[in-house]
């Protein structure tokens, strides 16, 4: 493994000198975990002109939630009072000779860059901007491995939540079984937090669970993820609680359904990404619900449940293999009950079998 950390890290180093730096440094800890194999809490990476170094406040714990650092990975533990390790990397970086240090400016605050800078006016600080988050969208096999063993034990904490009686308990209770579930079968914890929705509360977007109880003839929207080893897969679907469904829940979810099959095919190798969003959505603006649906049909999953790409009406970018996205559309009425939809795919070649589906949870809309 120590091999794939190094490979990663020397991608990066030829991004930054092509870009005229000889160091960067990696500071928002999901990079920092890609980059080495774990992201102890505060650390962060310098990759220098001679070595790389992670600088940690304290010792790693050896939490597995943490994940497990490259072994050859020179590790600096700093001082009690050894202050922001930020700030230490740079005075690092300057004393190994570099010139100028690419940091990642859109996780810095204001004055964590301020200080940054102050402890060594010399040393010109650049933006890395995303450059590791692009690293990130294609993923390996090792990484899809974690993937799909993340979607089964969401899959399995979500079917055995539908075969328990249901009726009378409230959304909370209902998420915090769920995510119980997913630690019982092996997640490190869930990959978010977990949304029910009963009834008019599947209206709204974004809902958290409140102590509304379910009820026969309730929409139940369930959206789920599970973390292992730190990488996080999203499910979500849509039931009918006790009873037949009424006509306009069946329409309504016939609907849904639709335009998340229309997303999930459009998922191909070079697909521009606006281009798999208004496969699904125009079906639903055709309905007249463009009001109604979700700001973008999906996202990319990893490291964070939500990174690149976007999937979304004005994204720019096309796919690649081996990228895996959630296609999730939903439809959310106000006040009445709302259907979401929501599986994480990995993109892949026809001649691989096109775009492979994690979370195989049903799609048939269940009278539970």
Partial sequence: MSELYADRRMRLRDRCAAAGSAAALVTRPANVRYLTGGSPAGAVLLLGPDEDVLLCPTAPGGDPADGRLDELLRQ??????????????????????????????HHLTVSRHRAMGSVAPGLRLADLSSAVEQLRIVKDEDEITCLRIAAEIADQALGELLESILVGRTERHLALELERRLVDHGADGPAFPTSVATGPHSGRAG?????RR?????????CLGANYRGYRCEIGRTFVIGTTPADWQIELYDLVFAAQRAGREALVPGAAYRDVDRAARQILDAAGHGDATTALTGHGVGLEIDEDPQLAPAAMGKLDACVPVTVEPG?????????RID??????????????????????????
């Fill in 76 to 105: 600096v533990v700093l001082p009690t009072d050894g202050g922001d390790p930020a700030v230490a990397a740079v005075d690092f970086a300057r004393k190994a000779g570099a010139d100028a240090l690419s940091v990642e400016e």
């Fill in 207 to 211: 809902h958290r669970p409140t102590d």
């Fill in 214 to 222: 379910v009820e026969e003839g309730d929409f139940l929207s369930v």
């Fill in 331 to 339: 439809v959310h009425l106000p006040g009445r009950g709302g259907v």
């Fill in 343 to 368: 599986d994480t795919l990995v993109v892949r070649q026809e001649a691989d079998g096109g775009p492979e589906l994690l979370t195989i949870t049903t799609k048939e809309l269940l009278a539970l």
